[in-house]
């Protein structure tokens, strides 16, 4: 599982090689799969230092034929602030690939809605935080709708994650969340015939 080996790649570097090559089968998978409308990827902290990367999605995508918005390029908000002008240039040039860039884990930094008007994101993805006890947790309810009005008064589009029950479901479309995913949608499927 990916907790097993992620902080290692990271520390040692081989992170940078792992997003390449995700973003090289995602792109390919794409390729392969024109009906399906778009693909994310989370990309590590430690990209923002490789200013080629865009680049690279740019010329796979070129190569492969893909619609870069059926691209979706997730950044972890944690990792995004750690260097905010190093994050906003790696941001800007993804966005002029024509990918869609989120912001993932929204809503679990201190200063969230500060970020946000720095980080030109186009997505943001609701923390699982806020989602998880949603029915139950009147605070949460009111962050989700605060963050849904903020995001969509500045032309951002919002995903709520660890979406676990159609109870759940049901409040993030009365709050006007645009996407949800998790496990109450489906869950995730081994041996998927495109993958190798």
Known sequence: MPGNFIGHAEKTGKIIDLDRWVI??????????PDCPSIAVNVSGRSFDEPELPLY????????????????????????????????????????????????????????????????ADVLKIDGLFIRDLPN?????????GMVSIAHDMGKTTIAEFVESETIFNMLLEFGVDQVQGYWLDQPQKNHPGLR
């Open 24 to 33: 090289k089968e995602v792109i390919r998978l794409l390729a392969q799969y």
């Open 137 to 145: 947790d009147r605070d949460s309810q009111i962050f989700v709708r």
């Open 57 to 120: 999605i740019a010329s796979l995508l070129t190569q492969y034929a893909v619609n870069p918005k059926r691209l979706l390029v997730e950044l972890t908000e944690t990792s995004a602030v750690s260097d905010l002008s190093d994050a906003q240039r790696f941001i800007d040039a993804l966005r002029s690939t024509g990918c869609v860039v989120c912001l993932d884990d929204f809503g679990v930094g201190f200063a969230s809605f500060a970020y946000l008007k720095q980080l030109k």
